[in-house]
């Protein structure tokens, strides 16, 4: 029994490593998702097009291509990472160029009446975008934001790959010392699953404090 | 059709020179002109389709033109002169100018996400560079004016129909434009809420000297209201007069039409 918790602790060690990439990979891929999204909707077309490459770029090609690429390439060119910098970085510009789309369909679905208000009470086109747009976009993104997370903490698995010791990465750790398939592999299907609702739970929440008033009802 | 005798020697706030506008191949207003006195109040009434609402669009740069000129407070709206000659004027040109003109729509447009008076302030606060306690002490002012004060912290959704007309007019107010448009601002309203908002109007038409251009369906509201009645059809102005001319003694065919049909539907005018 003893022998199992250590092992345990292992695979604990991976999962405190998962929960980081998925933290930085999602705020890195945030931040992608606002620039390409916004970007697809500029006036500019330099910026519209930068914005599309990207998009069709990290969409179109494999995250293990892209993350081989930022660990073992990127070097070639003079830009050594490190493991966790190499995931976070595929990680976040992979699922980005997804939550890019989400932002730009979101911004969408504003109605045309709203920027008709902007202009009419002389708002510029930041500010329009900043009070009035964006918030309301930003609840239509929730739930789809919440879909990619979960995405980007599974697609974290891939890491393991470039020996970045994550969850799955010490699963296999104590598969090969212990010989036992079962037990580490169960442990870290119930990690997963366990991350991924809590970060469920956290966006309905985060959606229900935002979408409090809009409906009439005053929670 | 512009009486600029009616005008006198006083310069038009508004002057609207020959403004052509087509939606494809749809000609919706036909080098339409007319000058507007400052302070003077305009029913604008006519069939759906005559452009009644795309001018008024135009005038809050909801709309492109196609040809022609508008004046507004001695500016050109879409133009600026350089080396002698008119050309398209540039977003901060429009910035300037649409500081002089406020709008209420048919359907409100309320922020959603903002309560009451927040939708009251925003703009004064965001482009007036106005402090928060000063926009907010004029925005309770302007909702107590419309019988909203008691709604400040509500959120829109939580409002009636006339109830979100009303905090509209305020927010339009909050940025005090000499001009304000009126788009059809109680068509969408039940009928029993319809009163409200223009009571709304009527004290704002007595309590200002602010010029206001009213679309509207309402023909005893715009006979008590206007001073001047414009009568739209196919783009261009038909007839104009005061209401009591328009009203009862209609010159024009088209115009003894359309007020024949909309008693017929009941209106009393």
Same mark, same amino acid.
């Given at each position: 029994?003893?022998?199992?918790?250590?092992?345990?602790?292992?695979?604990?060690?991976?999962?405190?490593?998962?929960?980081?990439?998925?933290?930085?990979?999602?705020?890195?891929?945030?931040?992608?998702?606002?620039?390409?999204?916004?970007?697809?909707?500029?006036?500019?077309?330099?910026?519209?097009?930068?914005?599309?490459?990207?998009?069709?770029?990290?969409?179109?090609?494999?995250?293990?291509?892209?993350?081989?690429?930022?660990?073992?390439?990127?070097?070639?060119?003079?830009?050594?990472?490190?493991?966790?910098?190499?995931?976070?970085?595929?990680?976040?510009?992979?699922?980005?160029?997804?939550?890019?789309?989400?932002?730009?369909?979101?911004?969408?679905?504003?109605?045309?009446?709203?920027?008709?208000?902007?202009?009419?009470?002389?708002?510029?086109?930041?500010?329009?975008?900043?009070?009035?747009?964006?918030?309301?976009?930003?609840?239509?993104?929730?739930?789809?934001?919440?879909?990619?997370?979960?995405?980007?903490?599974?697609?974290?698995?891939?890491?393991?790959?470039?020996?970045?010791?994550?969850?799955?990465?010490?699963?296999?750790?104590?598969?090969?010392?212990?010989?036992?398939?079962?037990?580490?592999?169960?442990?870290?299907?119930?990690?997963?699953?366990?991350?991924?609702?809590?970060?469920?739970?956290?966006?309905?929440?985060?959606?229900?404090?935002?979408?409090?008033?809009?409906?009439?009802?005053?929670? | 059709?512009?009486?600029?005798?009616?005008?006198?020697?006083?310069?038009?706030?508004?002057?609207?020179?020959?403004?052509?506008?087509?939606?494809?191949?749809?000609?919706?207003?036909?080098?339409?002109?007319?000058?507007?006195?400052?302070?003077?109040?305009?029913?604008?009434?006519?069939?759906?389709?005559?452009?009644?609402?795309?001018?008024?669009?135009?005038?809050?740069?909801?709309?492109?033109?196609?040809?022609?000129?508008?004046?507004?407070?001695?500016?050109?709206?879409?133009?600026?002169?350089?080396?002698?000659?008119?050309?398209?004027?540039?977003?901060?040109?429009?910035?300037? +100018?649409?500081?002089?003109?406020?709008?209420?729509?048919?359907?409100?447009?309320?922020?959603?996400?903002?309560?009451?008076?927040?939708?009251?302030?925003?703009?004064?606060?965001?482009?007036?560079?106005?402090?928060?306690?000063?926009?907010?002490?004029?925005? +309770?002012?302007?909702?107590? +004016?419309?019988?909203?004060?008691?709604?400040?912290?509500? +959120?829109?959704?939580?409002?009636?129909?006339?109830?979100?007309?009303?905090?509209?007019?305020?927010?339009?107010?909050?940025?005090?434009?000499?001009?304000?448009?009126?788009?059809?601002?109680?068509?969408?309203?039940?009928?029993?809420?319809?009163?409200?908002?223009?009571?709304?109007?009527?004290?704002?038409?007595?309590?200002?000297?602010?010029?206001?251009?009213?679309?509207?369906?309402?023909?005893?509201?715009?006979?008590?209201?206007?001073?001047?009645?414009?009568?739209?059809?196919?783009?261009?102005?038909?007839?104009?007069?005061?209401?009591?001319?328009?009203?009862?003694?209609?010159?024009?065919?088209?115009?003894?039409?359309?007020?024949?049909?909309?008693?017929?539907?009941?209106?009393?005018?």
């Amino acid at each position: 029994m003893d022998q199992w918790s250590g092992y345990l602790g292992l695979i604990l060690q991976g999962a405190w490593v998962t929960i980081e990439l998925t933290i930085l990979g999602s705020a890195l891929a945030l931040v992608m998702a606002f620039l390409a999204g916004l970007g697809r909707l500029s006036k500019l077309a330099p910026l519209r097009w930068l914005a599309t490459a990207y998009i069709e770029f990290f969409r179109g090609t494999s995250i293990f291509v892209q993350l081989f690429w930022a660990y073992f390439v990127l070097p070639l060119l003079g830009v050594p990472l490190s493991p966790l910098q190499a995931g976070v970085l595929a990680l976040g510009l992979n699922v980005g160029a997804y939550a890019a789309e989400v932002v730009r369909g979101a911004v969408l679905s504003v109605g045309k009446e709203q920027y008709e208000a902007c202009v009419a009470l002389n708002l510029n086109r930041w500010q329009c975008m900043r009070h009035i747009i964006l918030p309301q976009a930003f609840i239509v993104m929730l739930p789809t934001f919440g879909n990619n997370a979960i995405e980007l903490l599974k697609a974290t698995a891939v890491v393991s790959l470039i020996s970045l010791a994550d969850m799955t990465f010490q699963a296999q750790v104590v598969r090969s010392q212990t010989g036992n398939t079962l037990i580490p592999f169960a442990t870290i299907l119930l990690l997963y699953f366990a991350m991924a609702s809590a970060l469920s739970w956290g966006v309905r929440r985060l959606e229900r404090k935002l979408a409090r008033g809009l409906d009439g009802v005053r929670a | 059709m512009v009486l600029a005798g009616e005008i006198g020697v006083v310069q038009p706030i508004i002057k609207v020179d020959r403004i052509s506008k087509n939606f494809g191949a749809f000609q919706c207003l036909n080098e339409l002109s007319f000058e507007v006195a400052p302070g003077e109040k305009i029913a604008l009434i006519g069939p759906s389709g005559s452009g009644k609402t795309t001018i008024l669009r135009i005038l809050m740069t909801l709309e492109t033109i196609n040809s022609g000129h508008i004046e507004v407070d001695g500016d050109q709206l879409y133009h600026v002169e350089r080396n002698g000659q008119l050309v398209a004027a540039d977003e901060a040109h429009l910035h300037r +100018m649409r500081q002089k003109i406020g709008m209420v729509f048919q359907l409100f447009n309320l922020f959603p996400h903002k309560s009451v008076l927040d939708n009251v302030t925003l703009a004064p606060i965001l482009t007036k560079k106005m402090k928060r306690a000063d926009a907010e002490r004029r925005g +309770m002012e302007l909702l107590d +004016m419309v019988g909203m004060a008691d709604k400040a912290k509500a +959120m829109p959704a939580q409002l009636s129909g006339g109830q979100k007309q009303r905090v509209a007019i305020a927010r339009a107010l909050a940025l005090s434009p000499k001009i304000m448009l009126f788009d059809e601002v109680t068509s969408a309203l039940d009928p029993e809420l319809v009163e409200e908002v223009l009571n709304v109007m009527r004290k704002l038409a007595a309590e200002t000297d602010m010029t206001m251009l009213l679309v509207t369906h309402e023909m005893s509201f715009a006979n008590d209201f206007a001073d001047r009645i414009l009568f739209f059809d196919g783009g261009r102005i038909v007839e104009e007069g005061k209401p009591g001319e328009i009203f009862r003694h209609p010159k024009q065919e088209r115009t003894q039409a359309f007020l024949k049909k909309i008693i017929a539907a009941g209106q009393r005018i």
